[in-house]
């Protein structure tokens, strides 16, 4: 598979799935658009793909990745599924939840794409696109988020073409994403875990379970070097510009990421102000949050002011992402 300067952006439709299916199956990587972000699709058997994979994104190789299947048939070749994860696959997929369970004794799944861990994050994406993918190529697709490592996560083809465009095969242009922000992860484990807050809310997966989420110490997988879900690490999704939360003023010189009605004081010294929900709401937010982001990235501004979001709901998400954001890089 030759990666030339230029990677072909192919529109969605029944040529661009046929072609992507193709290249999967020669060892290529694909990004693709699903509901929740654009993945980098590479097949899940082939660790030579998966070693390229990684580093076109200029990935940590100890990050495992998600395995994408069509349906929860397909998940149950390369996963063990308990009561508690099958509940919960039938009740939210095909949809933003990631389960992570023991790998079968027969797994396909390369040692590479799993980090040498006997666990396995297996995800049924919603998008049609992503669906019919999946289903023209056949098996299971490891799929990181579409960006740069340290970068925050593509929500349009163009943020994919923007960071990985000369190192990956193939894109599909499937528009904009419509969730936003990445899975929620859920390890099923003796008391199912929190691993990572995203698009499906913790509370309506606390309903299905009639319980509630245990959540891992951040601080322990920091520090441990065998995190749980690695993907938690603290530069994950920095911005170049420093980001300030919880901002309650502007100072000048600094650009706003509004929520809600932008009435800060300093507000009119913003070099610009982009507001994720004018109306305060949060799904909008989330599906604005990284386009916005990146765009006030490229804007040069001292730093970014990020107004205080709710935390219930998909608020929870969006706080853990900007928190990630607002670290900064190593
Ligand atoms: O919405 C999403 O989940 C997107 C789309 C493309 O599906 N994918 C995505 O992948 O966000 P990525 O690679 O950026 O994040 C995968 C997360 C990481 O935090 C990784 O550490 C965690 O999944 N993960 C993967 N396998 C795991 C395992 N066996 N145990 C714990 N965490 C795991
Ligand atoms: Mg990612």
Known sequence: MNVGLKTPILPAGTAAVAT?????????????PTETVYGLGADATDPAAIARLYQAKGRPSFNPLIAHVRDLGAGMRIGRFDRTAIALA????????????????????AELATAGLDTIAIR?????????????????????????????????????????????DLIVDGGAVEVGVESTIVGCFDAPLL??????????????????????????????????????????YAPRTPVRLNAG?????????AFGTPAVPGVDAATVVMNLSTSGDLTEAAANLFGYLR?????????IA?????DHGLGEAINDRLRRAAMGRE
């Open 195 to 236: 691993l990572r807050p995203g698009g499906l809310p913790r509370a309506e997966i606390e309903r299905v379970l009639g319980r509630a989420l245990v959540q891992p110490p951040h601080e322990a997988e920091n520090t441990t070097g065998q995190p749980l879900a690695p993907g938690m690490l603290a530069s994950h």
């Open 249 to 257: 003023y502007i100072e000048a010189g600094e650009a706003l990421l």
């Open 124 to 168: 049924v994406p919603a998008h049609p696109l992503a669906q019919a993918i999946l289903r023209a190529f056949g098996g299971p697709v490891v799929a990181p988020s579409a960006n740069l490592s340290g970068h925050v996560s593509p929500t349009s083809a163009a943020h994919v073409q923007s960071d990985l465009a000369g190192r990956i």
């Open 306 to 310: 990020v107004m205080p979001v709710p």
């Open 20 to 32: 992507a299916a193709r290249c999967l199956a020669e060892g290529g990587l694909v990004a693709f």
């Open 295 to 303: 765009a006030l990235d490229l804007r040069g501004a001292r730093a």
């Open 90 to 109: 039938e009740a939210f997929w095909p949809g933003p939840l990631t389960l992570v369970l023991p790998k079968t004794a027969d797994c396909r799944v």
